[in-house]
């Protein structure tokens, strides 16, 4: 099949991509750099099925394509709170933008929504029939507003246009290639204590996040796309961890001298998270793999090998 991936040079794009160009697809990767790195594609420029395009998708695009992949966003609340104007943009005309072209060209549309349109939950496990608590007009309005608008749009075209869409909310992820300026927790703590600084919890550390390891996460990614629900799933590793239980295990695995500090917490932060993955398991037959230290482990590794010398 020929498939487009939107965000393709980031995080979670790019391990995508290694899926879909191991199993033999014509890939299109559409990026503008905002977050994402050649690096993380470097491996397939040369390849014959794989193509890169620098284009913003705010801005329409014509292609050819049997199944669009959309995570084209900032998912790092440092880089979304940034510009936050763009961030809708990106979220409503660039996925509007999206729909259109898998409308016109009768292909299968997959977004990559977030665990953040259930905003700060008043329920707990969130299942996918709660409907969330969320700040229209706060500092992380542009990104989860934005993705529940992404998600109306996504029906709407379903609904209205006849659009083949699968919708996943996915939960923290964490893994290899996250940039070391991501801003996100796993990226920031572990970069610090390989730093030899202190490690920086925001609050009193007692919110909580649940972490699913990249490649737990893409397989469900590729369950989802090629079953024929429609979504919502909630794609995530249930295990629930407080920040500073976090912060604890990366400190010992890295340098149990390393500092842990406090920071005033952002606001609107939720204070807890983890997802009810029925849904998942009993639709895709999807559970994640790989254990919470585990994943840490390779997750330091590739840190370590991409900072060298730099670290302790
Ligand atoms: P990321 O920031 O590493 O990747 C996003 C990619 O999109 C980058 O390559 C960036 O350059 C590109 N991009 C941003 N705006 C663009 C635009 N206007 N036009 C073209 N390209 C643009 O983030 P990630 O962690 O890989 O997240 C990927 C997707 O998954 C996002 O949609 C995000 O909202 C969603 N998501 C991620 C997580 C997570 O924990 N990683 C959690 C929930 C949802
Ligand atoms: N956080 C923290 N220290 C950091 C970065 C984040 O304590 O250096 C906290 C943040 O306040 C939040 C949790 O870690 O409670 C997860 O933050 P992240 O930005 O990774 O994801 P999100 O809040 O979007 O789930």
């Not at 329920?123 to 529940?148: F, M, T, W």
């Not at 849904?279 to 919470?292: I, R, S």
Request: with cysteine.
């Amino acid at each position: 099949m020929r498939i487009l991936v939107t965000g393709g040079a980031g995080f979670l794009g790019s391990h995508l991509i290694d899926r879909l160009m191991t199993a033999g697809h014509e890939v299109i990767c559409l990026d503008n750099f905002y977050t994402g790195n050649k690096r993380n594609i470097l491996q397939w420029l040369d390849n014959t099925n794989f193509e890169l395009i620098r284009h913003d998708i705010t801005e329409p695009i014509r292609l050819e394509v049997d199944q669009i992949y959309h995570l084209a966003c900032p998912a790092s609340p440092v880089h979304y709170q940034y510009n936050p104007v763009k961030t809708v943009k990106t979220n409503v005309m660039g996925t509007l933008n999206m729909l259109g072209l898998a409308k016109r060209v009768k292909a299968r549309f997959f977004l990559a929504s977030t665990s953040e349109v259930y905003g700060d939950p008043d329920v707990h496990p969130q299942s996918e029939e709660y409907r969330g608590n969320v700040n229209p007009i706060g500092l992380r309005a542009c990104y989860d507003e934005g993705k529940r608008i992404a998600e109306t749009l996504a029906f709407d075209y379903y609904r209205q246009n006849k659009v083949d869409i699968r919708v996943v909310r996915i939960f923290n992820t964490y893994g290899p290639r996250m940039l070391e300026n991501d801003g996100r927790v796993v990226s920031n703590f572990i970069v610090q204590a390989l730093q030899g600084k202190p490690l920086t919890v925001y609050g009193d550390g007692s919110q909580t996040r649940s972490f699913c390891y990249a490649s737990d996460l893409i397989e469900g990614f590729i369950r989802l796309m090629n079953s024929d629900y429609v979504g919502p799933v909630n794609i995530g590793n249930p295990g629930e961890y407080t920040i500073l239980q976090l912060a604890e295990a990366v400190r010992d695995m890295i340098n149990p001298n390393a500092e842990i500090i406090h920071e005033p917490l952002p606001s609107d932060d939720p204070r807890r998270r983890r997802p009810d993955i029925t849904k998942a398991k009993t639709l895709l037959d999807w559970e994640p793999t790989v254990p919470l230290a585990e994943g840490l482990k390779l997750t330091v590794e590739d840190f370590r090998k991409r900072m060298g010398d730099a670290t302790i």
